[in-house]
Structures are given as C-alpha cells and as structure tokens.
Nanobody
Framework: DVQLVESGGGSVPAGGSLRLSCAIS????????IGWVRQAPGKEREGVAV???????NYGDSVRGRFTISKNGAMNIVALQMDRLEPEDTAMYYC???????????????????WGQGTQVTVS
C-alpha cells in the first residue's frame, strides 16, 4: 500500500511562506501522479497542484505563480512551496497519489485513491 505523510503546516501572516512536504513510501514513485489537495471549512476539496511521473507540473488558477510543487532526487519526497500566502489559502492540505492521474488535470487530484492525513495551514 502507498503511505503518504504530510508535514510543514502552520500559522503565518498574509504574505508569508510555508513549505509542505509529503513523505511517500510503499511503492515506486515513478509510476504515480502526486497531488496536493486542500479543503477549507465549509468548502469542497480543491486540487492545488500536481506533479506527473515525467516531472511535469500543473497548478490551480488560484495558486499559479505563488505555489511550486517539486520532487526530490530519490523520488520519495514531494514538496509544495507556498509563497505570498493569502487568508484564502487557509485550509487543510492533503497529499494524494494515483497511478491514473486523469490526464494530469489539477481538479482531478480530488479523485486520487491514496491520501495522507493532512496538515493544517492558517494564514491570518
């Protein structure tokens, strides 16, 4: 089974930065799409960013230009660098993984089969 463990959440003032990490185990990363999905209180889950097995990336419109998804050389850590954070970015952030990827579309990251427990990000 795939295991995903997020870390790096916290509270920051608007305009600040956070770096989330997703530790991945239990599979060969090379065949999976990895995504970040967030959910704010009272709102639906929203795909934030996706990195494909070939390293290509895709972002949601609300975070493009501010967030960056990346993977390490060992392919067992996927990070989400979040800059110029806004109060609207406040949410629980989840790391997700799936072999399908559904074309790499960010909004389809909410369909992925494997999920971590999440890490809270609060921007005030």
């Amino acid at each position: 089974d795939v295991q995903l463990v997020e870390s790096g959440g916290g509270s920051v003032p608007a305009g600040g930065s956070l770096r989330l990490s997703c530790a991945i185990s239990g599979y060969s990363y090379g065949g999976y799409y990895i995504g970040w999905v967030r959910q704010a209180p009272g709102k639906e889950r929203e795909g934030v960013a996706v990195i494909a097995p070939d390293g290509s990336t895709n972002y949601g419109d609300s975070v493009r230009g501010r967030f960056t998804i990346s993977k390490n050389g060992a392919m067992n850590i996927v990070a989400l660098q979040m800059d110029r954070l806004e109060p609207e970015d406040t949410a629980m952030y989840y790391c997700t993984a799936d072999r399908s990827g559904y074309g790499g579309l960010v909004r389809r990251a909410t369909w992925y089969n494997n999920w971590g427990q999440g890490t809270q990000v609060t921007v005030s």
